[in-house]
């Protein structure tokens, strides 16, 4: 019997989805960019928004997700490096290090595809920008951090359960 994906490709988590995702939240902080590191928690907050209080989340929020956000730093990574390939991302190295900023065709991108998804998206990017995009790395760390603990609280409390 054949084989359904038979070059490997990844569709979902791979680094060509997350860098997609990254030119719609750099997109959405334009004019301003954002290291690695404010990118990864900026894009948990959209896809899992309704954690922080806001509109509906993007993904189905599965048990113990809040590990997504120290399993994707590399995807992220190798995904914006794809999209500054295309003009989608920016790439700039200073002595602050390294900040991403929406590159010149991100603007046709985004305005380009017009799935139920990627609106939605769209509209969650907008959103945690709104929120916690002038927040500076170290305290939005922090923020997800003090998150974390309740996270982890709920996690302890639904393992309990299930040895009842």
Known sequence: MGKINPAGFEPFNSPYELGIRMVYMLSSLFPNGADLQKLILLDYAAIYSEDFGGP?????????????LYGRRNLIQ???YLMSTKGL?????DK????YYAGENSRALVGSIGSSYSL???KRCEWVVSRYGSIDTIELTNIFHDLGRRWEAEIYGF???MES
């Open 89 to 93: 991302v920016d790439v700039q190295l």
């Open 159 to 161: 393992a309990r359960g």
């Open 120 to 122: 939605n998206l769209a």
């Open 96 to 99: 602050d290090g390294i900040t």
């Open 56 to 68: 509906n989340s993007l993904h189905t929020p599965v048990p113990f997700r809040n590990a997504e």
């Open 78 to 80: 190798t995904g914006l």
